[in-house]
């Protein structure tokens, strides 16, 4: 039988399939589950950034008029630490729970305070930290380099903080995305032209020690729009992925493996274990693993791992390392040429 043992954000994982951030992971009882259904690793439901805002603003609002402007700013202060609480007690609990790694999520779209509350969940245990950064620019005065911006410095504040893994989740909308990945996983170098003039705790100078993303997830799923014709209202979008949805991240996989210095996990229309055997051929560390858990159910991650140990059966593949990135660009004998071929093979191929 196929050895599915792997190496993600420096964690040993019995196997990569990996339980996604969501509603699955957001109680004790839904993490014991997935390590029960034979998760490799689990990644908490995400803190968002808008929950310790509103709590704070709560805290605020109920103070103004009541005290002066010293005491509200003290009562800010105590949101902050108020508002993340449960999810601290959260990580703590999980990691007693369950033997699988435990990876803490924070959705953030703003670098502030995010370091404090990286250091926390570090405290509490956390084996790792995914940063799911949802920045969806649609102001036109924004340029591409204040969006990129952006994730640099959220990275960059939860990195000077803490000494645990972090890996970014974002998604596929770059201009450059092939530069911008290179740069998010670069490590340790004196700031690059893109962060001179901004500095993080304790820095002067505009001089920073750099620290990459120790892993990419690709993609963030961004909220799927739409528009009900008789209602004539918006409305959301199916929130669940399917197969035909694996091709960007797939070709992402693909372009980036070999050529950046961090783990790459794939998301999104990860259905089946021959969903997962592509990406890893591809070059994916681990796929992670969601929308298919909603419609099946957890324990569809055992049919997933059996399908993945089937296939490398067959194939002759005895561990995962032998089949990784096997038909990424890296390993193509033409990679200058790799996605411009495929794209003629496949509209001259068409009648």
Sequence with gaps: MANLSTTYLGLSLENPFVVASSSLTGSLDGIR??????AGAIVLKSLFEEQILAETDRMADSADGLYGGEAIEYLQGYGVELGPRDYLQLVSDAKKAVSVPVIASMN???GERWGDYAAKLEKAGADAIELNVALMPTDSRTGADEVEQAYYRILHEVKSRVSLPVAMKVGPYF???AQFASQLTADRQEA???TVGWCGPGETGGKIVWQGADALVLF???YQFDIDVEKLEPRAGNPYSNSEEIHTALRWVSLLYG????DIAATTGIHTGIDAAKQFLAGATVVQVCSALYKHGVDHLQVMRRELEEWMDRKGFDNLGACR???SRSRSQQPETFERLQYIKL???ID
Excluded: D, H, Q, T
Excluded at 259 to 262: C, D, E, N, Q, T
């Design 33 to 38: 589950r997935c390590a029960e259904a034979g």
């Design 108 to 110: 953030c779209v703003s």
């Design 175 to 177: 201009s450059s995305f």
């Design 192 to 194: 690059p032209p893109f």
């Design 220 to 222: 963030n799923r961004f």
């Design 259 to 262: 050529r950046i210095g961090a």
């Design 325 to 327: 990135g096997l038909l």
């Design 347 to 349: 509209f001259v191929g």
